[in-house]
Every structure is written in structure tokens, then in C-alpha cells.
């Protein structure tokens, strides 16, 4: 092979990599971003306490009531716990931002109405004086406030001792969810 053929070769291959490498970054479909919340303000409802603290054991709990009252309770949590009661007040147009918790919570709708759409793209709704739960542990939800009156929640959350008590998670791409209104 002719050395000068040769060495154009070299400097060309450089040069097609390169391309192939801007096609592809360019024709790639970029991995949705965290969304944040907006419209909303958290009260920790402990205050001046970021939140309780349960040792591992202290929640392991039974109450077994069906016979008098038609009810039975049972929890046994493994780890130490933090506890964490949280009013959240959503203007309307306010939303949570997709998110999950590593652990359950219970919330009540305390005035007006909320909806909550899950990574599914389905949703469910609450007006005050009804209650949900979340699992947590990788239930991926975004809370929203379409009425036109402030809505406000109580949540009472239970995670593992020191971590977050909520995760931002990439938005789904569920069309039915509109993104949050300029403030």
C-alpha cells in the first residue's frame, strides 16, 4: 500500500468516528430530567423537632380488636425510623413534582381537592376529609392542585432512620400531567 494512501486513511477515520459520534448524540433521545414542584410550601408540623426518632423495636406494634370492634392493627418495622408530619398547602396550579418516599405514608385532604396521577398515567382524586396512602418504596406519584382554591394535606410518613424523606424521580412523560404554571 502506497504510505501517502495510507496516511490519508488514518486522518480520515478520526474524522468519521467523530461524525458518527455527533449523529448519534444528536438522534439519541436525552432520559427526562427530575421535575420539582411548584406552587406549594411544607410545615413541618413537629417543629422545632426535624422529626421523631423510633429505634429499632419501638415499632413493633399489634392490636387485635376484630372480635370488639372489628379491627386489627399490625406493623413491625425492621431498622431504626424517623418519623414525619408534614402540612402541605398547594396554591392552585401547584404540584408536588414527580417524586417517591422510601417508606408509607398516610394523607388526609384537610381542605379542598387534589389529584394524584401515578408513573402509569392514571390518577385518583381527594376532597377534603378523605384520606390515601402511599407505599413509598418506589411508588412514583406527582400531586397536583387543579381547583381554583388553595387544597391542603397532612401527611404522616414513616422512612428509614436518615434518609430523605422524599426522592425526585425523572418525569414520565404522561401527557395528562401538565407541567407547572408560571407563578
Same mark, same amino acid.
Given at each position: 500500500?502506497?504510505?501517502?494512501?495510507?496516511?490519508?486513511?488514518?486522518?480520515?477515520?478520526?474524522?468519521?468516528?467523530?461524525?458518527?459520534?455527533?449523529?448519534?448524540?444528536?438522534?439519541?433521545?436525552?432520559?427526562?430530567?427530575?421535575?420539582?414542584?411548584?406552587?406549594?410550601?411544607?410545615?413541618?408540623?413537629?417543629?422545632?423537632?426535624? $422529626? %421523631?426518632?423510633?429505634?429499632?423495636? /419501638?415499632?413493633?406494634?399489634?392490636?387485635?380488636? &376484630? =372480635?370488639?370492634? +372489628?379491627?386489627?392493627?399490625?406493623?413491625?418495622?425492621?431498622?431504626?425510623?424517623?418519623?414525619?408530619?408534614?402540612?402541605?398547602?398547594?396554591?392552585?396550579?401547584?404540584?408536588?413534582?414527580?417524586?417517591?418516599?422510601?417508606?408509607?405514608?398516610?394523607?388526609?385532604?384537610?381542605?379542598?381537592?387534589?389529584?394524584?396521577?401515578?408513573?402509569?398515567?392514571?390518577?385518583?382524586?381527594?376532597? $377534603? %376529609?378523605?384520606?390515601?396512602?402511599? /407505599?413509598?418504596?418506589?411508588?412514583?406519584?406527582? &400531586? =397536583?392542585?387543579? +381547583?381554583?382554591?388553595?387544597?391542603?394535606?397532612?401527611?404522616?410518613?414513616?422512612?428509614?432512620?436518615?434518609?430523605?424523606?422524599?426522592?425526585?424521580?425523572?418525569?414520565?412523560?404522561?401527557?395528562?400531567?401538565?407541567?407547572?404554571?408560571?407563578?
Amino acid at each position: 500500500m502506497n504510505p501517502l494512501t495510507q496516511l490519508k486513511q488514518i486522518r480520515v477515520l478520526p474524522l468519521l468516528i467523530a461524525t458518527a459520534l455527533i449523529v448519534l448524540a444528536t438522534f439519541t433521545a436525552a432520559p427526562a430530567r427530575a421535575t420539582t414542584g411548584c406552587g406549594t410550601t411544607n410545615t413541618n408540623l413537629l417543629s422545632p423537632v426535624t $422529626a %421523631g426518632f423510633f429505634p429499632d423495636g /419501638l415499632l413493633k406494634l399489634m392490636c387485635n380488636e &376484630v =372480635r370488639d370492634l +372489628g379491627w386489627k392493627f399490625k406493623m413491625d418495622v425492621k431498622g431504626d425510623s424517623d418519623l414525619y408530619v408534614t402540612k402541605l398547602t398547594f396554591d392552585p396550579g401547584g404540584q408536588t413534582g414527580w417524586h417517591s418516599h422510601p417508606g408509607p405514608s398516610l394523607v388526609t385532604v384537610i381542605e379542598g381537592t387534589l389529584t394524584v396521577y401515578h408513573d402509569d398515567c392514571t390518577f385518583e382524586t381527594f376532597s $377534603a %376529609g378523605e384520606s390515601f396512602t402511599d /407505599l413509598g418504596c418506589g411508588d412514583i406519584h406527582d &400531586v =397536583r392542585n387543579e +381547583g381554583a382554591t388553595e387544597a391542603i394535606d397532612v401527611a404522616v410518613q414513616i422512612v428509614p432512620h436518615g434518609a430523605p424523606r422524599r426522592i425526585d424521580v425523572n418525569d414520565p412523560g404522561c401527557a395528562n400531567v401538565p407541567a407547572c404554571p408560571p407563578f
